[in-house]
């Protein structure tokens, strides 16, 4: 009798402890999970029935993760319809997340666009809560519009001690701050020592292209520069071939890559 | 617990070749079919693209007169590891459950190329990433290759250019002939069910040494090259199979090698929140392959397409795999129903390597 491998497609139920609004379709659901994952990592998200969607963890702590959910798709309307008490499956924590350890004692620049802050958010709270352990730190966040800015406790709180530049591209009448994509405010970040700079950049794919653009203007190192790729994904874990890219699947080799591996990533 | 890579029936280095009538080969397979199960290119009376024609695909077959011995087969021998489509798990009342294998071997009767192709899928199912895919591991541990040999290249066949003409993988190797088939028995199953049937012979496989269709495989380093300094992924060749190709996907459906899938929940109209997650067949050529939840997607254009499935079976794959995952069968060149021809199209970028 030959040896039978454990299944990695089987997943796990994971408790809903809570669900928090962010806008009227992005909330956060805090689920009861054992491990750790790495800051950028994904997991599988399921409700038996409807299927499988990839979901980035945006913060974990002692027996739980965060993931903020869009309501966009099949799977997420119906994790939407759940409630605290209710249970979710989940199968990960898959891919390699934000190089943590590489960014310490660096002037760290993280620019997301929209829900692209969720796979950041994690790393921006713990350098906030580890403020010593970069030179400086500034946080720049663009959405579409005032109603569509996530995570409004956690800019207040980063606010304390962290440079947080938010730009909407179409203001209401209430909004007081900047207006425009978000390479209008990157040129208001000083920056004293080019070299020292680390700058994470994450969100839809053409604000991410003019993003980094920007950056390399601005005189950034290449493999000063993270970005962390959305593809759609069936499994997970190298096998479906959805998120291939060149020779690289997003799921095991992203999905966050440094710049100097990502310029050759064509679609 | 992960499982060796290597745990697959192994074809011993030496074995026994015999010549059969055909009554003597009719009984060996039928011995097979009841230790286990023949999976062999059978034909399918009327089921064929055109009217009135027959298609030839992969199927259980219990007796040798149903083995289609002198012609490509349609449809490539991935379905007897990755089926079009699959249950992976029941999902019922916060269980899942797994639906369970049979054990019994698998004698796949199949050409060298599609044994090499049957090599390039294990590089996906079983190498790509930490975990070995588990539905295709425990049927690829049941497997036993029949080599059937080939006498000639067949028509759009370029298995010698992709270096997929030999193998040495095989459990048993037949060749047909007029009064008889010769058999070589690579396994110690197999030769107890062949036993002393038939009369002693020298055969041992032959390989085809010419291409009907040859190509010309461009070197990996000069593709780095022309895709970092010249562009290559948009060059103006990948244009023209943005006008021709429809996206019908039959290249990816016919390849032995292309091995995407996608999954969904198909939920039990009986039983409320029961339901089955199920894997079907996917395709780089087909709509909706990479859009995501949102509205992205990228490769909008079947140029795109052409170039990406192009760069996957003779470039990325041999960068993590160190071989090329296109084996030359030529299926995708039998059955475009556009007659764009992938054995053009590889030359068509080395005489872009050249020439440009």
């Known amino acids: 009798m030959t040896e039978v491998a454990a299944n990695p497609y089987v997943p796990l139920p994971a408790e809903i402890l809570s669900v928090h609004p962010e806008t009227a379709i992005d909330f956060t659901y805090r689920l009861a999970w054992p491990g750790r994952p790495q800051p950028g990592q994904f997991f599988e998200a399921s409700v038996p029935g409807l299927g499988e969607a990839p979901i980035s963890v945006c913060d974990f702590g002692e027996g739980y993760i965060e993931m903020t959910i869009r309501k966009v798709g099949r799977v997420t309307d119906g994790i939407f319809a759940m409630r605290p008490g209710q249970t979710l499956f989940l199968r990960g924590p898959y891919g390699r997340g934000f190089p943590v350890e590489r960014l310490e004692g660096r002037h760290l620049i993280v620019a997301a666009g929209g829900t692209g802050l969720a796979p950041v958010r994690s790393v921006i709270n713990h350098f906030v809560r580890h403020r010593d352990r970069v030179q400086a730190l500034d946080v720049l966040l663009g959405f579409k519009t005032p109603a569509d800015v996530l995570f409004r406790d956690d800019l207040t709180a980063w606010a304390r001690n962290t440079s947080v530049r938010i730009t909407v591209d179409r203001p209401d009448q209430a909004w007081q701050g900047h207006v425009g994509v978000i390479t209008t405010v990157l040129p208001h970040v000083e920056i004293e020592d080019l070299g020292a700079v680390e700058a994470v950049v994450v969100g839809p794919p053409m604000m991410m292209k003019f993003t980094v653009l920007a950056l390399l203007d601005r005189g950034i190192p290449e493999d000063h520069i993270w970005v962390s790729y959305e593809r759609r994904m069936s499994c997970g874990i190298g096998k479906c071939g959805h998120c291939k890219i060149n020779d690289r699947y997003v799921c095991l080799d992203g999905p966050v890559f440094n710049l100097s591996e990502a310029r050759w990533l064509i679609d | ?356």
């Open chain 2, 1 to 356: 617990m992960p499982v060796p890579m290597d745990n697959f029936p192994r074809p011993e280095s030496s074995g026994n070749s015999r010549f059969l009538s055909y009554n003597e080969f009719e009984a060996l397979v039928a011995a097979m079919a009841r230790d286990g199960c023949v999976m062999a290119p059978r034909r399918f009376a009327g089921r064929g693209r055109m009217s009135d024609t027959d298609l030839v695909r992969y199927g259980e077959v219990t007796t040798a007169g149903e083995i289609e011995s002198g012609i490509k087969s349609d449809f490539s021998p991935k379905e007897a590891l990755f089926p079009v489509q699959q249950t992976l798990l029941t999902l019922n009342a916060g269980q899942a459950i797994e639906p369970p294998e049979d054990g019994r071997p698998i004698y796949l009767f199949l050409r060298a190329c599609d044994i090499n192709g049957i090599d390039r899928l294990d590089g996906i199912f079983l190498r790509n990433g930490p975990e070995p895919d588990v539905y295709y591991l425990r049927r690829r541990q049941r497997i036993r290759f029949v080599l059937m040999e080939c006498a000639r290249s067949l028509t759009n066949c370029f298995c010698v250019s992709m270096g997929a003409n030999r193998t040495d993988n095989y459990h048993m190797a037949i060749r047909w002939q007029p009064d008889g088939v010769h058999v070589l028995v690579r396994d110690r199953q197999l030769a107890g069910l062949l036993s002393t049937a038939g009369r002693p012979s020298e055969f041992s496989p032959s390989f085809v040494t010419r291409d009907d269709a040859p190509v010309r495989v461009p070197d990996p380093d000069r593709l780095t090259a022309a895709v970092r300094e010249r562009d290559l992924f948009n060059h103006e060749m990948w244009k023209d199979y943005a006008a021709r190709c429809i996206a019908c996907g039959r290249c990816n459906t016919h390849c032995v090698t292309c091995s995407c899938f996608t999954t969904a929940d198909v939920p039990d109209e009986r039983v409320v929140g029961r339901a089955e997650r199920r894997r079907m067949w996917a395709a780089c050529h087909i709509d909706r392959f990479t859009d995501m939840a949102g509205g992205h997607s990228f490769r909008q254009d079947y140029g795109s397409r052409m170039r990406f499935k192009t760069m996957h079976k003779i470039y990325d794959y041999y960068l993590r795999f160190g071989r090329h995952m296109c084996v030359g069968c030529g299926r995708c060149d039998d059955h475009c129903p556009e007659y764009i021809s992938f054995s053009t199209c590889i030359n068509r970028v080395s005489e872009v390597l050249d020439h440009d």
